[in-house]
């Protein structure tokens, strides 16, 4: 796998790739009880969450990813999200049948082909910000460094 063919971005902004990446998945449903006392569930939707982290970034990275997050807030406006995520090929590919015998004057089946490497499968998502959490470190040269830079997505 190519480390360096992985994007995350935001918009148009490009931002290195995430230490930390994990999603969930939410069900909008709505509820009431009728006159028995009987639940009705209503479901309207399934929207995903996607988390993501990075251990360290420096003062430039971060003024750059916090500048857009805090423009698009104040404006209500929604975020463009594209990432890579690894994939294995085969794994999409559907379950072949059993091997059947052969009788002997056939000639054998040939070897199974190896397993294939992964391969990248980029996905986008439209998304607002739900949480951003952040830490200002400061090293012994006096330059300040943003640790466990966090912002959680939902889908829209």
Same mark, same amino acid.
């Given at each position: 796998?190519? /480390?360096?063919?992985?994007?995350?971005?935001? +918009? +148009?902004?490009?931002?290195?790739?995430?230490?930390?990446?994990?999603?969930?998945? /939410?069900? %909008? &449903?709505?509820?009431?009880?009728?006159?028995?006392?009987?639940?009705?569930? +209503?479901?309207?939707?399934? /929207?995903?969450? %996607?988390?993501?982290?990075?251990?360290?970034?420096?003062? +430039?990275?971060? /003024?750059?990813?916090? !500048?857009?997050?805090?423009?698009?807030?104040?404006?209500?406006?929604?975020?463009?999200? &594209?990432?890579?995520?690894?994939?294995n090929a085969s794994a999409a590919k559907p379950p072949q049948s059993a091997p059947t015998e052969t009788p002997q004057?056939?000639?054998?089946?040939?070897?199974?082909?190896?397993?294939? !490497?992964?391969?990248?499968? &980029?996905?986008?998502? &439209?998304?607002?910000?739900?949480?951003?959490?952040?830490?200002?470190?400061?090293?012994?040269?006096?330059?300040?460094?943003?640790?466990?830079? !966090?912002i959680e997505f939902s889908e829209v």
């Amino acid at each position: 796998m190519n /480390k360096t063919a992985r994007k995350f971005m935001i +918009d +148009d902004l490009e931002i290195r790739e995430p230490t930390t990446v994990s999603f969930k998945e /939410k069900h %909008i &449903t709505s509820q009431d009880r009728t006159m028995s006392g009987k639940l009705v569930v +209503d479901y309207i939707a399934s /929207k995903k969450t %996607i988390s993501v982290g990075w251990g360290v970034l420096n003062d +430039d990275e971060f /003024k750059k990813l916090k !500048a857009l997050i805090e423009n698009k807030r104040g404006k209500n406006e929604c975020y463009k999200l &594209t990432f890579s995520l690894p994939q294995n090929a085969s794994a999409a590919k559907p379950p072949q049948s059993a091997p059947t015998e052969t009788p002997q004057s056939e000639t054998p089946p040939s070897e199974p082909a190896a397993p294939s !490497a992964p391969t990248e499968n &980029t996905a986008t998502m &439209t998304a607002y910000t739900e949480e951003v959490s952040y830490y200002p470190y400061f090293t012994a040269s006096g330059e300040v460094v943003w640790r466990d830079v !966090a912002i959680e997505f939902s889908e829209v």
